[in-house]
């Protein structure tokens, strides 16, 4: 099959690799309905991330299963499934614990920009959709997989409820997700800080309230100001970068949570400005799993249409422009068919 595999900085390309077979009885492989580039696969693409070898890409994925191991038990051949970016048994203590992103088994997928893929630990990874969607659901669907699934998160983190003000940090997918998912889960006001008018207006679409153009200081003193000097209750910082965690900082309010989701790259805190704040903070790779048969649900339900995100479709041979209009900022999401 024809799958992207990375061979080094800028260097993507659609090639022949060999189909995925079963490895372990725990395994399922699945025919993708449809796959996608996350914006952390720019981080390896950019030259940003070493490299071991040539790596295969991808790890946002649904589809039907075509094959399951021995002994998967909770999904079966025919099943159109959606799994998590982050492989989980779902049983362990962590699992359980709602933090299955950090199950004692965890692996992160790879390999999903391919019309077929291995998803280890089947049972506890996938979920199976009542009945098989039609195709407009697709995209909708594959956004569940990771980013509305991180950017969901991402507002749970930070505690966002009926009523709460929210600002999100960052208008790539998964902060225009997390404000979605600030709308879902009952926010008053969400101030969406973005300079981008396309990014914008999707963000207003999904239920921003106020935009804040602005960054750093000036952006922060505009929130203030729009929160009459109190800051919001909760902060979703989707960007990762020590500006943006410093401005996610400085607009929550005393006592306020901020729930970060953007891979930190040389973010450093200051332990007695947080003690003194009164900041709260959870974040990490999101525990997808656990949302996972609500977020479907409302999919199915035709409740949220996450997958306006996607505003490029390609064909995977055309691969390396997905990549191409990603890094350049030219596509908030592409979509792969394949
Ligand atoms: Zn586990």
Not at 69 to 75: F, I, M, Y
Not at 312 to 334: N, Q, S, T
Request: charged share 20%; aromatic share 6%; with cysteine.
């Amino acid at each position: 099959m024809r799958a992207a595999v990375l061979h080094g900085p800028g260097d993507i390309r659609c090639e022949d690799v060999p189909e995925p077979k079963i490895l372990f009885p725990t395994d399922a492989i699945i025919k993708l309905s449809a796959t996608c580039i996350c914006g952390s696969d720019l981080w390896p693409y950019r030259g940003l991330q070493d490299l071991s070898g040539p790596m295969h890409m991808g790890h946002e994925y649904c589809g039907i299963v075509v094959e399951a191991g021995a002994e998967v038990r909770t999904v079966r051949p025919g099943q159109f499934v959606v799994g998590s970016f982050c492989i989980s048994d779902n049983t362990c203590p962590h699992c359980r614990f709602g933090f299955q992103s950090s199950c004692v088994h965890r692996e992160f997928m790879s390999g999903a920009q391919a019309p077929y893929a291995r998803v280890p630990l089947a049972d506890g990874t996938l979920v199976a959709a009542s009945e098989t969607p039609s195709d407009d659901l697709v995209p909708h669907l594959l956004a569940t997989s990771d980013v509305l699934g991180t950017g969901w998160y991402a507002a749970d983190a930070a505690d966002v409820r009926e009523g709460s003000t929210v600002v999100v940090v960052g208008d790539g997918a998964v902060g225009l997700m997390g404000v979605l998912a600030a709308k879902e889960m009952g926010a008053e006001r969400t101030i969406a800080m973005s300079r981008h008018e396309s990014r914008q207006d999707l963000a207003r679409g999904y239920g921003a309230t106020d935009i804040v153009a602005e960054r750093g200081d000036e952006g922060v003193a505009l929130v203030l100001e729009l929160t009459k000097g109190v800051g919001a209750d909760s902060v979703l910082e989707c960007v990762g970068t020590p500006e943006s965690m410093a401005q996610a900082l400085a607009c929550a309010r005393p006592g306020g949570t901020v729930g970060y989701v953007g891979v930190p790259h040389g973010v450093a805190l200051d332990g007695r400005q947080l003690f003194y704040g009164q900041k709260r903070m959870l974040g990490g790779p999101a525990p997808v799993r656990r949302f996972l048969p609500d977020l479907m649900d409302r999919v199915l339900k035709g409740k949220i249409k996450p997958g306006k995100v996607f505003d490029l479709e390609l064909p995977l041979a055309e691969v390396a422009e997905g990549y191409r209009a990603m890094d350049e900022r030219r596509a908030i999401k592409a979509l792969l068919k394949v």
